[in-house]
T-cell receptor, first 113, second 115 residues
Framework: QKEVEQNSGPLSVPEGAIASLNCTYS??????FFWYRQYSGKSPELIMSIYSNGDKEDGRFTAQLNKASQYVSLLIRDSQPSDSATYLCAVNRWGGATNKLIFGTGTLLAVQP | KAGVTQTPRYLIKTRGQQVTLSCSPISGHRSVSWYQQTPGQGLQFLFE?????QRNKGNFPGRFSGRQFSNSRSEMNVSTLELGDSALYLC???WGQGTYNSPLHFGNGTRLTVT
């Protein structure tokens, strides 16, 4: 079992729809969770961070965390073609002593105009 | 505020050579981490430095090494290059440790090709 698992996609959604990206992790002690967006040929860009159970909203993006189910998701409302990218879920298992992140392999999102 | 700067952007080396990659973190950031990204393995942690000390190391052979200077700039070195070392090498910085309210910000990466 991989430490951080994501569906590789591609996830195809029409413009204006809600895109739902999912991620599960294996270590129940994980404390910090991040979503990065990576355009082809570019470096990862931080979109959202979430540390406690529940929802966290930032503009069109909502991150959801459920530690009991070891599940974190990213919702993108009103999806735009410019949102087409690979979305990487990352988890810090170790808390305050390190910045080491375990990344999933990413979900490719394609927003169709 | 300038972002994380990595140099060079592209490198082509031959097997057996060594290479040094450089990273300048965001001003004020004291933590620098290095990651290797390949199509097959995704992003994999190499090592992490904070205040000139290596705080964590990933599962890479000893050919991969790094260091951090007093101004927080960091370098990583790969000796005796192998074809499998071809990858995008990403540097990330943050102001503190633990990522709680101190997330990583990535540079544009150095694309290393080993022939």
């Amino acid at each position: 079992q991989k430490e951080v698992e994501q569906n590789s996609g591609p996830l195809s959604v029409p413009e204006g729809a809600i895109a739902s990206l999912n991620c599960t992790y294996s270590d129940r002690g994980s404390q910090s969770f991040f979503w990065y967006r990576q355009y082809s040929g570019k470096s990862p860009e931080l979109i959202m961070s979430i540390y406690s159970n529940g929802d966290k909203e930032d503009g069109r993006f909502t991150a959801q965390l459920n530690k009991a189910s070891q599940y974190v998701s990213l919702l993108i409302r009103d999806s735009q073609p410019s949102d087409s990218a690979t979305y990487l879920c990352a988890v810090n298992r170790w808390g305050g002593a390190t910045n080491k992140l375990i990344f999933g392999t990413g979900t490719l999102l394609a927003v169709q105009p | 505020k300038a972002g994380v700067t990595q140099t060079p952007r592209y490198l082509i080396k031959t097997r057996g050579q060594q290479v040094t990659l450089s990273c300048s973190p965001i001003s004020g950031h004291r933590s620098v981490s290095w990651y290797q990204q390949t199509p097959g393995q995704g992003l994999q942690f190499l090592f992490e430095y904070f205040s000139e000390t290596q705080r964590n190391k990933g599962n890479f052979p000893g050919r991969f090494s790094g260091r951090q200077f007093s101004n927080s700039r960091s370098e990583m070195n790969v000796s005796t290059l192998e074809l499998g070392d071809s990858a995008l090498y990403l540097c990330a910085s943050s102001w503190g440790q633990g990522t709680y309210n101190s997330p990583l910000h990535f540079g544009n990466g150095t694309r290393l090709t080993v022939t």
